[in-house]
């Protein structure tokens, strides 16, 4: 199977390569013959596929890459870091040759979760991509299972429900300020376990809800994330590549997201 891929600009496609500059790349389009699938580029806007679509430079193939999408059921009890961590990194997971894959961007996580949490989480190499979707002010949807410290009777339950729908005040908590939060969509599976659905990425947001609720996190799991849904047979740690009616759902949602906060990403896969 291919990997799922974007349909990005010509220009974006050789300047993420490293191939030109945004500067030369009217130089090349000008003074030499650039050719996609066989036939002349004359714009630098041209939506093709690296990977998939031939791009040949003065009758020479050029090896373009194509970005890297992963879905992982990430685990509980690792950090979402490249770095020094304080627990295991979940880098550790992946085959070392997809860290730093020539050609292209460092392999990062779109977003990050804590290291408690478990669930769905996205990989790439598309700086672009990642940024769209996973930027505070980007609206995208997603959708965590909750376990909650104290059960919660049903009266209480609809009381919850539409403190979510509404907005709700979350206190400070290691240098995030107070705020009042986006309306989310709650619903009850038992009377301690939830799906919560929020649109934005403040710090230990889906925490500091049921905190100013009065109650507590006890386990938390992301189910979705833009309209990709965890691949359930994924065991905790497993990974695979993105599927293409998979990459299209995220890359509606980064579309979706680049128009509010004025930002250009790939197009649709």
Not at 79 to 100: A, D, M, N, Q, V
Not at 172 to 194: F, K, M, Q
Not at 200 to 208: F, S, T
Request: proline share 6%; with cysteine.
């Amino acid at each position: 199977m291919q990997p799922a891929q974007f349909t990005e600009r010509l220009e974006d496609v050789l300047v993420r390569r490293k191939i030109a500059s945004y500067r030369s790349v009217r130089n090349l389009l000008r003074r030499h013959e650039l050719m996609v699938n066989g036939v002349r580029a004359v714009s630098k806007a041209l939506p093709v596929r690296a990977g998939r679509d031939e791009i040949a430079l003065d009758g020479r193939t050029l090896e373009i890459p194509p970005d890297i999408y992963l879905m992982m059921n990430k685990p509980g009890g690792y950090e979402c870091s490249h770095g020094e961590c304080r627990y295991k990194s979940i880098f550790s997971l992946l085959p070392p040759e997809l860290l730093h894959p020539e050609y292209l961007g460092v392999l990062h996580t779109v977003g990050r979760l804590d290291v408690d949490t478990e669930g769905l989480l996205v990989f790439t190499t598309n700086g672009t991509f990642s940024r769209a979707l996973a930027l505070p002010d980007s609206h995208v949807e997603k959708t965590y299972r909750v376990r909650l410290r104290d059960p919660v009777p049903a009266p209480l339950q609809a009381a919850y429900t539409a403190s979510c729908a509404a907005g709700v005040h979350i206190a400070a908590e290691r240098g995030a300020p107070a705020a009042d939060t986006r309306p989310s969509v709650l619903r009850w599976l038992s009377a301690d376990c939830c799906e919560l659905t929020v649109t934005e990425g403040k710090y230990h947001e889906v925490k500091r809800i049921f905190a100013a609720l009065g109650n507590a996190v006890v386990h938390l799991a992301r189910l979705s994330l833009g309209g990709l849904s965890l691949d359930e047979s994924l065991l905790p740690g497993a990974v695979r590549p993105l599927r293409d009616d998979e990459l299209c759902l995220l890359s509606a949602a980064a579309r979706t997201s680049s128009k509010l906060s004025g930002n250009t990403v790939a197009g649709q896969a």
